[in-house]
T-cell receptor
Framework: EAGVAQSPRYKIIEKRQSVAFWCNPISGHATLYWYQQILGQGPKLLIQFQNNGVVDDSQLPKDRFSAERLKGVDSTLKIQPAKLEDSAVYLC????????????FGQGTRLTVV | SQELEQSPQSLIVQEGKNLTINCTSSKTLYGLYWYKQKYGEGLIFLMMLQKGGEEKSHEKITAKLDEKKQQSSLHITASQPSHAGIYLCGADGDSGYALNFGKGTSLLVTP
């Protein structure tokens, strides 16, 4: 079974530039999550999708971050414009259903904003 | 909102030694997950605990959820260099389903 795929693995951009991350979840997984993990901290949920609908985006900085999950499969997370404090690993995860179930994580995208 | 506190923050042990990592929640845990993260990579699922008093083992790793369901421990027996990484506990969040995570425990196993 293929895992959660993320790209790119690494990205370096200058502040005020824009960047986009892509995630392809495990086939058949209805729930998709984007997490932000700052160095030395645990992952923090940015947004949760159930199929192509948003379940929770309460911690997403909506003035600069946006995410979509068209057709309920792949998802993209965009930052525009980026700030220095956005430097982090962005993790995508998926699970078969929402609830007490195992979430599978991708390798993450390491973003450095200079 | 729920807070998860992990201790210790970091750990260096000699190969072959046993170790324990703790995760304490500010609220009752309804689902507690342990993940392992290798540096710079994604999270790998280890175990899930739901019932008070529950204990699960996989190879040399044992996790327990206490009766009051506010604390979990992860115990590694006879540690090996392959056990090195960051151990994260996660719990079902207030939103309903997405996991909240602790800050993680960094483990280094020396020869």
């Amino acid at each position: 079974e293929a895992g959660v795929a993320q790209s790119p693995r690494y990205k370096i951009i200058e502040k005020r530039q824009s960047v986009a991350f892509w995630c392809n979840p495990i086939s058949g997984h209805a729930t998709l999550y984007w997490y932000q993990q700052i160095l030395g901290q645990g992952p923090k949920l940015l947004i949760q999708f159930q199929n192509n609908g948003v379940v929770d985006d309460s911690q997403l900085p909506k003035d600069r971050f946006s995410a979509e999950r068209l057709k309920g499969v792949d998802s993209t997370l965009k930052i525009q414009p980026a700030k220095l404090e956005d430097s982090a690993v962005y993790l995508c995860a998926s699970s078969l259903v929402a609830g007490s179930t195992e979430a599978f994580f991708g390798q993450g995208t390491r973003l450095t904003v200079v | 909102s729920q807070e998860l506190e992990q201790s210790p923050q970091s750990l260096i042990v000699q190969e072959g030694k046993n170790l324990t990592i703790n995760c304490t929640s500010s609220k009752t845990l309804y689902g507690l997950y342990w993940y392992k993260q290798k540096y710079g990579e994604g999270l790998i699922f280890l175990m899930m605990l739901q019932k008070g008093g529950e204990e699960k083992s996989h190879e040399k790793i044992t996790a327990k959820l206490d009766e009051k369901k506010q604390q979990s421990s992860l115990h590694i027996t006879a540690s090996q260099p392959s056990h090195a990484g960051i151990y994260l506990c996660g719990a079902d969040g207030d939103s309903g389903y997405a996991l909240n995570f602790g800050k993680g425990t960094s483990l280094l196993v020396t020869p």
